[in-house]
């Protein structure tokens, strides 16, 4: 396998605090979709990372941030 294609499959792990809600809604779709969590949180992460591609600043602020 070429180093590219080596690198890009590569994959790391990371640990995040969720609120129970969004816990819940997270397995709810895993356990309908018969995935597991961390597909929909990888799912739902690129797709966010794509629509971000172009832009440096995030749109996240709120008032509690």
């Known amino acids: 396998m070429a180093k590219s294609a080596t690198k890009k ?3 790391v792990r990371t640990s995040v605090m969720l609120p129970a809600e969004c816990y819940e809604q997270i397995q709810a779709l895993a356990d309908a979709n018969h995935v597991s969590s961390a597909w929909v949180i990888r799912h739902a992460l690129l797709k966010f990372l794509n629509q971000q591609s172009t832009q440096l600043q995030l749109p996240l ?3 509690e941030h």
């Open 61 to 63: 602020l709120t008032a």
């Open 9 to 11: 499959m590569r994959s």
